[in-house]
Each structure stands twice: as C-alpha cells, then as structure tokens.
C-alpha cells in the first residue's frame, strides 16, 4: 500500500505518462481513425492488421489509451490528497513559533535593530502590514515575540484547483462516454418522430435553407414542435449553432438531404427552327402529359441528380447533392413511342436523344422540385455540465496558480537593553521581484519607525 | 484607402521596424531601439485599422480563412510584444520576434492565400468565433515569444559556458524567467480560449464538445507539451537547458496546431 501511494504520487510517473500520452494522441491524428478494419488492410497491407491488433484504428477508445488516462486521473488523486493534507494544515494551523535560522535560510531577509520598545516596534509592524492587507498571527514564546503575516493564501492551493478540474472534466468524459448517446433523426416536413429513449415526440413543421446571394448555404432552419402525449408544449426554430434543449435532450441541426424518390420536374420544349416556339410544362415522374397544341406526349422516366456513368456503364447518381442533374424522358405520339432519352441541367445544349422518328422538338430540364429532408441530431450527454463545472474549476485554479501568489512574512522580534531586534524572512510563490520591493518598504518603514 | 492598403502600410512598417531593431543590435545605440518600438506600435495602430476595415466590410469576425487569420496572428504578436516590452523591457528579443510577424505577414500576403472574404458557413456563425479565435491565438502569440527567449537562452546559455558572454545586459538566466513568465501568461489563454471556449464551441455547434478530430487532439497535446513544461519546471525544478527544449517542442506543436492539421490532417475543422 505505501509504495502504491509512492508510485502513484509522483510527479515522474506524471511526467512519464504525459509524454505517452502526447505521443500517442499523435500517431491517432495521423491514422485516419474509426474506419472498417478492411479498409486498413487494403490501404496499408499486413502493417494493417498490426493497426487494427494495436487498435490504432480506434486509438482514443482502445482500452489501453483509456487504460492510461485513467493511470493519469489515479496518479493526480493521489498526488494530490498526498500533499493536500500537509498543505492545509500549513495555510489553517500553522506553526508560529520558528527559531531564528528558520528565517536566515529564507532568500529574502533582513535583521535590524531599533531604539525602541517591543510593543511599539510590534504595533508598528503589524499596522504596517495590515495596510498591505496581510492577515497575522502571533504568539510568544522565552521572551520573544513571533509574528506571521502572509496574504493571497488562495495561490497556494491555485495547483490543486486546476488538478481538481481536470477530475471533474475527466469523470464528465467518463460519464459521457456511458451514458451518453446520439442520434441522427431524418424529418421530412410535417413527419413526427419517437424520440429514442425518451418519452416525447418530435415533429417538424417547416424547413427552410437559406442562401447567401452567391448561392452558398448560409443556415439551415427547422421549426419544430416537442411533442407530449400527443400535446405540443414548445415549439422552436432550431438553426446551426442555436440547438433546442428539452428535459435533458439536446437537438442540433446537423444537416440537410433530399428527397428523391418523386421529384417534379419543369422542362422546356423549343422548336429548332421556331425561336419563338417555347412551352414549359411541369412534369411529376412517370406522368404522362399532352404538349399543348401538338399531339406528342411527354413523360419524365427516372431523375438522377447527379449523374455519372459507372465504371461498367451504368447510370448512376454519383451523390444525393444535384450537382448534376439529368431526366430521361420519352415522347409519344399516339401509342408510339417517338424518342427517348437523357437531358441535363447543366448541359441544356447537350442531350442524348433517341429518336424514333423525325421531330424538331429540343427539349431542356429547366428546374426541379424535390422535397428535403431535415437531419436533427439528437443526443443526450449527461457529462456535459462536469466538463463545464471542470473547466471553470481549471480556469479559476489558473488564475490563483499563477496570478494569485500567496506571499508570508515571518518575524521574530525581541527585546534586549532597552532595543528591539527584528528578524524577518519572507517567501512568495510566484513574482519574487515584486515582493522583493514590498518588502524591502516594510523593512524601510520598520527603521523609519519613531 | 481600403483594407488591404492598410495591410500593406502595416506590412511596411513592421518591417522599418526590424531593420531599426537590427541595427540597434548591431549598433548597440539605444534610441534605434526606441524607433524600432515606436514603429511596431504605430504598425499595430495601423493594424487594428485594418482589422476593424475587414469586419465592418465582411460582417463577421476577421479570422475565417487563412488570410485573415494570419493577420490576426500577427496583430496578437505585436500586441503581445508591446505588453512583454512595456513589462519586461527586453529590446534585444524584438528583432528576432519581429522576424516571425513578418514571415506571417508575408505568408498571409502571399498569393496562395485567397483574400476575398467569403460569407461564413452556418457553423462558424456564432459569437464563439471570436472568443475561441482570439483568446486561442493571443495564447500562441505568448508561445511564440517563449519560444525566440528559449532560442535566445540555449545561445546566450553556450556563449556564457564558453565564457564568450558580454557581461552587461541579457544574461541567459533572465531569459530563462521571460520566458516562463510568457508561458505563464501564454498557458492559461490558450486553455480558457483553444480548449474551453472551444468545447463550449463544439457542444453548441456539433452536439459534442469533444470529437478527438485532429485540431482538436493537437491543441490537446500542445497543452500537454506546456503542462509538461510548468511540472518539470515547478515540481522537478528543471531549469535552463531541459525547459528552453520543451518551450521550444511546445511551440512547433502549437504551429503544427496552426497550419500542418490544415494541409496536412484533415478533419472537422477543415474550413478555418
Ligand atoms: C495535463 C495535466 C495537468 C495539468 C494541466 C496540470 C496543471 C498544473 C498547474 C497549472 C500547476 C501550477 C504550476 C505553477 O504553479 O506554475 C501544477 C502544479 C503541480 N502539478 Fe499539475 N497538472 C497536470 C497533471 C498533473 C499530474 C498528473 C500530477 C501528478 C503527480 C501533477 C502534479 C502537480 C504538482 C505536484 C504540482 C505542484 C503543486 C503545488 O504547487 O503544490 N500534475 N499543475
């Protein structure tokens, strides 16, 4: 047990396992991470498999890096209520009485005499030092007077409280590892949803992309309404950076897809030789319709929105964005069919008409219509408010650590022939210079005391 | 008048600013030094400027893309300059600093950086910007004088061994001080403005305030480089030598948290 505290107290294991940990974060930011284990293999032969062995694949879940963060929070417990106990004892009962050397060793110090009593040289001293805001204690012991003044005790245990918050975050992680979970919700407009794992619903009422005037998305919006048996309680716009929050759920907007499976598409017939001739016709998939004032029908077959040919020449959509997007229609006259073919968007000159018999109608996919649907992740985190509580207890423990140093005077006064002897050692933390010139005022206002 | 020749004029005089540093060094005349300053802080007057030019044109935050975020860096290094010079008076580490705000000046003016401010993507709109932004990079600007002091230590450290020291001014153990004294200003604002806000951030904007995604993980071991730094320093009392390399390491990893994730790593942090 003992050299279990030893072990786990000491700041080498610390350092050690700092740069273990540092190290390999590293490698997990240059292998791409999370993918299939057959990806490795492919990608990186037989050194895959030793990845995927060493989990290097899933690095920051592998046991043995959850394994050595944890060493890591073990080895701060202990170090920490190690010291803990002695330096509380230190800031709240400490010892007043010192023998002289105590404070000849100390870096500053300053041993002077006076012509004055004990009790006056004391009440001068201790006014002087209250003035700079430093709380004293005092006590006598043989005739002598010993005196311990120090302020900003906070600075002290500033390490502590940073150490403190790191806990905090790491138990947060822990518990958001556990307990947490995440969702994504498909809505299309007007779709309810079961929440998972809750007792509420979810329904989207409207969806809107808004763009800048260049065309780039500038923010998706859901409004949507939550749901409890059956009754609307709240209702929210939810955007990108603006989530909803409901009974320990939080939903984002996380992103936005297209729903292709029946699209309508406006299409425009021109004549070749007619520059006049222009007749737009909007067009659900496979419905038949009449040209105005000709006898051909027109119907859309199949719309990809982006269009590629596949290696073995299939047609295929090589994503769900429209960045391509092509119809294939079919013509008839009567019951016979007159051509067939792919139009694109994009490409309104370029089209791969079939034609079964002479026409002189071109034909161009102006525009279309497609439902969207929108993406809503939902999760629920239950670490979350230790991260917030950790990183303040870090912050706070920062700014004391660094900024707040603790500084003490000790003095030994004592009275001989009619004088008084001062003995005076001083310590800070942090910003020695500085005290280094407070107290040299305190020993120039000692002399200068009458 | 618009933005870009306030850039220019700002560019300008960082760079009077560093052939006045250098002569002082050379010339060990006190009052070049002064000009060196004076320009510097005219520069970052001018900057500001600038800065301010960009926001009120773009409508947003002047650090989204990597032009702006390059000046930006620049304008938190000088304006971390003027506070160490107000506070610590080393002349002598001005001109060496000044040449890393000139390299990002004239990176962020290079043609490969595209200039035309772009309307922000719907994730990066958000006041978090720009205290994540800011805090983050004023942080690194410390880093960045921790890590010219540290240079300057491990030469002026030899030179003292070898015997070859000038007696007067910059001793190596000052430079030593300065050095943690920018780490201890430099580590807490990158805490409070890379890791906090950040995560603050990312809970709002993603669902998750930590993803392990690559600028993530190196801001992460950035801080460990520097926490690694303070307990070697503080518990172990490593001193000279050991802690100018680790300040050193620190600020590699905080460059590579800047610019390698970006070209090198790719993740959710791509667009900034
Ligand atoms: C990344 C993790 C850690 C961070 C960010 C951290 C942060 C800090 C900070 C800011 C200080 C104050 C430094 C100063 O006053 O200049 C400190 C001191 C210290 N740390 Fe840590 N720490 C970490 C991990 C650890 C671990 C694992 C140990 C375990 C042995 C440890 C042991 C200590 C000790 C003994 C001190 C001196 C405390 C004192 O003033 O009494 N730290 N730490």
């Known amino acids: ?450 | 008048m618009n933005e870009s020749t306030f850039f220019l004029i700002t560019f300008i005089l960082y760079i009077f600013s560093a052939f006045f540093y250098f002569s002082f060094l050379f010339s060990k005349k006190e009052n070049l030094a002064r000009i060196g300053f004076n320009l510097a802080f005219a520069g970052l007057i001018i900057h500001t400027l600038a800065l301010i030019w960009r926001t009120v044109e773009s409508g947003h935050a002047p650090f989204t893309n990597m032009y702006e975020s390059l000046s930006f860096l620049s304008w938190a290094s000088i304006l971390a300059y003027v506070l160490i010079e107000w506070k610590f008076k080393i002349r002598k580490a001005g001109p060496y600093f000044l040449l890393i705000v000139i390299a990002l000046m004239a990176l962020a003016s290079s043609p490969l950086m595209p200039k035309e401010a772009n309307p922000l993507m719907p994730a990066l709109q958000s006041y978090w910007l720009w205290l994540h932004v800011s805090v983050t990079l004023l942080g690194e600007a410390f880093f960045a004088f921790a890590f010219i002091t540290s240079i300057m230590y491990l030469v002026a450290d030899s030179n003292e061994k070898k015997g070859s020291a000038k007696k007067s001014g910059l001793t190596a153990e000052k430079l030593d001080s300065i050095s943690y004294r920018c780490i201890s200003i430099g580590f807490p604002l990158f805490t409070l403005g890379g890791l906090v806000f950040g995560m603050i951030w990312a809970y709002k904007a993603w669902g998750s305030y930590w993803s392990w995604d690559p600028k993530e993980t190196w801001s992460l071991i950035t801080w460990f480089v520097f926490a690694l730094y303070l307990h070697t320093r503080i518990v172990m009392g490593w001193k000279g030598r050991r802690s100018a390399s680790i300040a050193i390491i620190g600020f590699l990893a905080a460059i590579f948290t800047y610019f390698g994730v970006n070209y090198i790593l790719a993740g959710l942090h791509s667009y900034a």
């Open chain 1, 1 to 450: 047990m003992k050299s279990f505290i030893e072990f786990f107290s000491s700041v080498k294991l610390a350092i050690v396992l700092l740069i273990i940990i540092t190290v390999s974060s590293t490698l997990g930011t240059f292998i791409p991470q999370m993918r299939s284990p057959e990806e490795y293999v492919a990608r990186y032969g037989q050194l895959g498999n030793l990845l995927n062995g060493l989990q290097l694949t899933r690095l920051y879940k592998s046991w043995w890096f959850v394994f050595l963060l944890f060493l890591f929070a073990l080895n701060i417990i202990v170090c920490t209520l190690k010291r803990l106990s002695p330096k509380l004892k230190k800031a709240f009962k400490p010892r007043i009485a010192i023998e002289e050397k105590e404070a000849a060793v100390l870096k500053i110090k300053e041993k002077l005499k006076n012509s004055l009593s004990l009790a006056v040289t004391k009440e001068g001293l201790k006014k002087e030092l209250s003035s700079r805001h430093y709380r004293l204690r005092e006590t006598e012991k043989e005739n002598k007077t010993f005196l311990l003044a120090r302020k900003r005790i906070l600075g002290w245990f500033g390490a502590d409280i940073v150490h403190l918050g790191l806990l905090t975050i790491i138990a947060g992680g822990i518990i958001s590892g556990i307990g947490g979970f995440r969702r994504s919700l498909t809505f299309s407009e007007g779709s309810l949803l079961d929440v998972p794992r809750a007792e509420f619903k979810l329904r989207l009422e409207k969806f809107e992309t808004e763009f800048y005037p260049n065309g780039a998305v500038k923010d998706w919006k859901s409004t949507l309404t939550v749901l409890e048996k059956d009754n609307p309680v709240l209702k929210k716009v939810v955007e990108v950076n603006h989530p909803l929050s409901y009974k320990g759920f939080v939903f984002y907007q996380s992103g936005y897809g297209w729903n292709w499976t029946n699209p309508s598409v406006e299409i425009w017939v021109k004549k070749k030789d007619d520059p006049s001739f222009l007749k737009k016709t909007e067009l659900k998939l496979r419905q038949r319709v009449r040209l105005e004032g000709e006898d051909i029908d027109v119907a859309v077959l199949q719309f990809i929105p982006d269009f590629v040919i596949g290696e073995k020449g299939q047609i295929t959509t090589r994503s769900l964005e429209p960045n391509n997007p092509a119809a294939f229609i079919e013509g008839w006259q009567a019951e016979e069919k007159i051509f067939s073919g792919w139009i694109f968007a994009r490409f309104p000159d370029f089209d791969r008409i079939h034609s079964e018999k002479e026409t002189d109608l071109a034909f161009e996919l102006k525009n279309f219509k497609a439902g969207q649907y929108s993406v809503i992740q939902a999760s629920r985190d239950p670490g979350v408010n230790f991260i917030w509580v950790g990183c303040t207890l870090t912050m706070v423990g920062l700014f004391f650590a660094f900024y707040w140093p603790t500084r003490e005077i000790k003095a030994v006064l004592e009275e001989a022939q009619n004088k008084t002897g001062i003995t005076l050692g001083g310590l800070a933390t942090k910003s020695r210079d500085a005290f280094r010139s407070e107290f040299e005022k305190i020993t120039t206002s000692l002399r200068r005391l009458k």
